[in-house]
């Protein structure tokens, strides 16, 4: 899919990989709608800086269902077209899974998948009314690579695996497509997270990182070549086609570097 002119949407738009996702779908010529928890204006001038065709906000919380219903009955009454629908919004979840804080996993929850599926079956019908569409589902590495400290967050990206290949399938009659993505580390407020959250329990040398931009650059080649998974390069694609193909080998390394 052509990007140019086209309806974008973003959730989680306003830092990090989301910002870059929205910075991307400008400089690409797009009509850039970030579905973002309140309304930024600098955000809004700086999207429109690089070459957007327009910038709007619509105001979402994730957490909160009411809020979604709100915004896809009002793209519905406005008949406004999603053309792509970039469900990029997360929280991160980790540590021992006895440590951790019940209502921080319910939310996380909430917004990884719970949240994501039912932004997609929002935005769905619209699409397949005009057989055109692209979802694009934010997986991470760990929904298969399963590392310690990160049980409730595997368990949410793995259900974000699951939903988007099932979903695949269903929409394969039609030209309505779904683009995976097992994102890599990826520079970004959350990333530094990781280092708070597992670094107690994990030694975490193994790590890497790209810049957002790059990551942004090759999920829109994607979009535009019609691909149905996006994958990481380099160290991260090997640790992915190991957990894929040898997950006792991969799951002895990452014991190999935890602790209790």
Not at 18 to 23: P, R
């Amino acid at each position: 899919m052509e990007i140019k002119n086209k309806h974008v949407f973003i959730t989680g738009s306003g830092r990090g990989m989301g910002k870059d996702f929205a910075v991307k779908a400008a400089k690409l010529g797009a009509h850039v709608h970030l579905v973002n928890r309140k309304e930024n204006n600098e955000l809004e001038q700086e999207i429109k800086s690089h070459g957007a065709a327009s910038v709007k906000t619509w105001v979402v919380d994730q957490l909160q269902t009411k809020q979604i219903d709100n915004f896809i009955t009002a793209i519905k009454e406005e008949n406004q077209d999603v053309d792509v629908l970039i469900n990029n919004a997360g929280l991160l979840t980790g540590g021992l899974l006895e440590n951790q804080v019940p209502d921080e996993v319910q939310n996380m929850l909430q917004v990884n998948i719970a949240s994501l599926i039912r932004m997609t079956q929002g935005v769905l019908p619209g699409m397949l009314k005009r057989n055109s569409g692209v979802i694009v589902n934010n997986a991470s590495v760990s929904g298969i690579m399963y590392s310690p400290c990160a049980t409730t967050y595997c368990a949410a990206k793995a259900g974000v695996v699951g939903f988007t290949k099932a979903l695949e399938n269903e929409l394969a009659p039609t030209n309505v497509q779904t683009l995976l993505l097992i994102t890599p580390g990826v520079k970004t407020d959350m990333f530094d997270q990781i280092y708070d959250k597992y670094g107690s329990n994990m030694d975490l040398s193994f790590l890497t990182s790209i810049p957002a931009s790059v990551w942004a650059d090759r999920v829109f080649d994607h979009i535009k070549n019609k691909k149905s998974i996006c994958m990481p390069s380099g160290s991260n694609r090997f640790g992915v086609w190991l957990a894929q193909h040898f997950p006792s080998a991969f799951g002895y390394f990452m014991v190999k570097n935890f602790k209790r």
